[in-house]
């Protein structure tokens, strides 16, 4: 019952950070991945671009919480959803910088 509680506590405090992305993204779209003993990643990308994530300690609270925040669910973080997502250079210094003559981690 405790842990019950527990988890309806943590879904309501997710929906209200997705409600809050969504707000100031003029909207927002996501996608859940597993990402092992950690629990669920939430993806959120915003229809102007930006783009964050929340991890959930469950797929069940990460699911949850993404019905009370009313988000749009992708199946696969796919070609056409991911193109909707805006880099700028921070990110390409940081996921591809090394590949691609960026500043090395030395």
Known sequence: MAETK???RK???LAKEIKA???EHGGSEGHLAHI???GTRIV???TDGGWGDLVAPTHEIAQ???EQAGLTLH???DGE???KVSTGPYEWTRMAGIQIGGPSNS
């Open 21 to 23: 992305f969504s707000k």
């Open 44 to 46: 959120l990308v915003g």
């Open 64 to 66: 949850q919480a993404a």
């Open 81 to 83: 959803f991911a193109a």
């Open 36 to 38: 092992g003993q950690a």
């Open 75 to 77: 199946e696969e973080f």
């Open 11 to 13: 879904a309501a405090k």
């Open 6 to 8: 527990h988890a309806e």
